[in-house]
């Protein structure tokens, strides 16, 4: 079975503290998304990397960056955590043709107090 | 982008037929599109994609409009565990590189009632 798996799947941060999420997929996927999810707004993409090292702001990459070193691993960076950034952030992959399917991860629930 | 455009919420009665509309009028000749669905407290997954055609698979169906400007999602017999947001979105067939990225709006929130 294809997995992507989220680092934690409950975070509880303090304002201001340095952030990482961390996402990993076993599938040899070119493409690795993050996105955040917050009641009544859907899914908002933060930023996709469709190669090591490459990477594109989504629509909400304000106060994110992201890193990813090796082609199984794609993760998020929060500089300064603030309270607005409290939410559901999912991970997902896939191969980079039109054709193919995402796969995702459980999701990491952040709080920022 | 093509964008997609979805009915916020239906209703459905358990083991009754269930058509979920999506209109897409600025669909290019190379976008595919897909459809995911997110069940409560899960990550989104995967349900079915298409060109043209219309596809069947264990899930469900999808019905593509003549001038591909709408589809149709299909669940033959709705069960409880189907509640959940239904997502259209389009894939480009050409997409690489920095043109990958992959949107999704807000969805259909689908319950079913026993």
């Known amino acids: 079975d294809v997995k992507v798996t989220q680092s934690s799947r409950y975070l509880v941060k303090r304002t201001g503290e340095k952030v990482f999420l961390e996402c990993v997929q076993d599938m040899d996927h070119e493409n690795m998304f993050w996105y955040r999810q917050d009641p009544g707004l859907g899914l908002r993409l933060i930023y996709f990397?469709?190669?090591?090292?490459?990477?594109e702001k989504g629509d909400i990459p304000e106060g994110y960056s992201v890193s990813r070193e090796k082609k199984e691993r794609f993760s998020l960076i929060l500089e300064s955590a603030s309270t607005n950034q409290t939410s559901m952030y999912l991970c997902?992959?896939?191969?980079?043709?039109?054709?193919?399917?995402?796969?995702f991860g459980q999701g990491t629930r952040l709080t920022v107090v | 982008d093509a964008k997609t455009t979805q009915p916020n919420s239906m209703e459905s009665n358990e083991e009754e037929p269930v058509h979920l509309p999506c209109n897409h009028s600025t669909i290019s000749g190379t976008d595919y599109i897909h459809w995911y669905r997110q069940l409560p407290s899960q990550g989104p997954e995967y349900v079915i994609h298409g060109l043209t055609s219309n596809v069947n698979n264990r899930m469900a169906s999808l019905a593509i409009a003549e001038d591909r400007k709408s589809s149709t999602l299909i669940l033959h017999r709705a069960t409880l565990r189907d509640a959940a947001v239904y997502y259209c979105?389009?894939?480009?067939?050409?997409?690489?590189?920095?043109?990958?990225?992959?949107?999704f709006g807000k969805g259909t929130k689908l319950s079913v009632k026993p």
């Open positions: 979105i389009l894939r480009d067939r050409n997409y690489g590189g920095s043109q990958g990225n992959l949107i």
């Open positions: 990397s469709y190669d090591v090292k490459m990477k």
């Open positions: 997902a992959s896939s191969f980079v043709y039109g054709t193919a399917e995402a796969f």
